[in-house]
């Protein structure tokens, strides 16, 4: 069952000038309800944008710096 008392929480680790990483397995909910999920141990989130991969983080923001 989700979120019972005896599941481990999540670990969200923010970076200042870089993705999100969070624990997985796990299962995103985009803007448009469409849903993608992963189910490696740990995933990198876009929080810039820059992503080619959105969600995901494929380290575009090391190329381009932030306006």
Do not use: K, Q
């Not at 923010?14 to 999100?20: E, L, N, S, T, W």
């Not at 969070?22 to 820059?50: K, N, Y």
């Amino acid at each position: 069952m989700p979120n019972a008392p005896s599941d481990e929480p999540r670990r969200i680790t923010v970076r200042r000038r870089g993705p999100m990483l969070v624990e997985g397995p796990v299962e995103i909910e985009l803007e448009d309800g469409s849903t993608v999920s992963s189910d490696r141990f740990r995933v990198a989130l876009c929080t810039c944008r820059r992503s080619r991969r959105y969600p995901w983080c494929d380290t575009s923001h090391r190329a381009r710096s932030r306006e």
